[in-house]
């Protein structure tokens, strides 16, 4: 059996049992002729599945092609070339091999796309990638990443040649349809401050998205909660694998420090969402202000907190206020009960921050998105209108400037 034999056997077994409920709106937004593609997201969002179902979707269209010959001498026919090949990097394989010799074994047997698995397990791999890009013109290369490998203008290797796309957790639209087996529609969020009104009023005809908001707001962002172990074992498992791996090994910091990180990690978990004391953070986990404030970073990048900044302000300047990273990572809280509008709050920048920017603002809005919408936060709806845009958690149609904010969860 050939080391390419090998592989195929593996794919097949793991194309054939995974599982992707439903369509990520992603699929249909990335632009698959570009040669080399980052799918990059956080731990346990579905990058391996994502990358599965695409290659299913290839060789399913790849079988109802007419059977020819492709131009050039002792070609094979269509239906005798495999086009797609999953590997993982995580195979033992790779401590001897190198990703450009597969990469050449499956171009020279006729295979289009490559989608590699655990990239980042393989030492000088942005490297290896460049090489496969200029070398195998007709290879398309698709790989996962995780949000704190450096990607795009942070790799003098890929720079001008990789396009990035980011994989969230579910939204609220993909829960929903996956609850009620309904294809509910994403919209922009110039729709949905324009029209909020007549598209709530349209879906609540069809589903009452309240019913099902909370347990979203409870478990509904990572995909595992379709599985049957206990979902808060598994969010455990991948809070902790994130501070290990994203953290402790990607960023190459001393494994002594793994409590300190997960000390801050608690506090964090604890009081947000909240203004930060580095002072009092940094006295409390023995680090300095400087360690400390790089620390906070490393979560964010790992996609375990995120951070508000004021308009025009960034890292390493102390943020306005630091949030989970969502709202099934807030309520891994036990040590006290978070209040709703602390929850409505952590959602609403789950939902914006991925396709807009978020930032605070000193005037007495709550936050502005994209320098343009001023954007309040409201447990309840109120009596009177609202001065401008207002997501309230407990409102199911909109009306006047107040939105609802399970509607803000149909962006993607």
């Not at 994989?167 to 993909?174: A, T, V």
Request: glycine share 4%.
């Amino acid at each position: 059996m050939t080391m390419l034999d090998t592989f195929f056997r593996i794919h097949d077994f793991l194309v054939k049992h995974s599982s992707m409920p439903i369509r990520r709106k992603l699929m249909d937004e990335i632009d698959w002729n570009d040669r080399l593609i980052a799918i990059k997201g956080g731990r346990g969002v579905g990058k391996t599945d994502f990358l599965l179902s695409r290659a299913r979707e290839i060789e399913q269209e790849w079988s109802n092609r007419p059977d020819e010959i492709p131009e050039g001498r002792k070609r094979k026919p269509y239906k005798q070339i495999r086009p797609c090949l999953f590997v993982s990097l995580n195979d033992f394989f790779f401590t001897k091999h190198s990703i450009v010799e597969v990469a050449s074994k499956f171009a020279k047997s006729g295979g289009k796309y490559l989608f590699l698995d655990q990239i980042f397990k393989y030492p000088h791999w942005s490297r290896e990638l460049k090489r496969c890009y200029y070398k195998f013109p007709e290879l398309h290369i698709i790989f996962c990443a995780t949000p704190v490998m450096p990607i795009d203008e942070d790799n003098n290797d890929l720079v001008d040649i990789v396009k990035t796309y980011n994989l969230r957790g579910f939204s609220f639209r993909e829960y929903l349809n996956l609850q009620t087996g309904l294809r509910l529609q994403s919209y922009t969020l110039e729709e949905i401050i324009q029209h909020h009104g007549s598209i709530s009023r349209e879906i609540c005809e069809r589903v009452r998205p309240l019913e099902y908001f909370k347990a979203y707001m409870d478990h509904g962002y990572y995909p595992s909660y379709l599985e049957s172990k206990s979902f808060e074992a598994e969010l455990l498992k991948t809070m902790n694998t994130q501070l290990e791996v994203d953290v402790l090994m990607i960023k190459q910091i001393d494994v002594a420090c793994l409590h300190k990180l997960r000390k801050l990690l608690y506090i964090l978990m604890r009081e947000a969402p909240c203004a930060l004391n580095i002072s009092s953070i940094s006295e409390e986990i023995g680090l300095s202000r400087a360690t400390t404030m790089n620390y906070i970073k490393y979560l964010k990048d790992s996609r375990l907190i995120n951070l508000l900044y004021p308009e025009d302000k960034n890292f390493p300047m102390k943020p306005t206020k630091v949030y989970m990273h969502n709202t099934n990572l807030a309520k891994m809280t036990f040590t006290r009960d978070i209040a709703p509008l602390d929850m409505y709050e952590t959602c609403f920048y789950t939902f914006i921050h991925g396709g807009h920017k978020v930032n605070a603002t000193e005037r007495s809005a709550m936050f502005i998105v994209d320098n343009q919408y001023y954007f309040d936060v409201r447990e309840k709806p109120s009596s009177r209108d609202t001065i401008r845009p207002t997501a309230v958690g407990e409102l199911e149609t909109g009306r006047g400037n107040m939105i609802p904010l399970w509607l803000l969860g149909f962006l993607y």
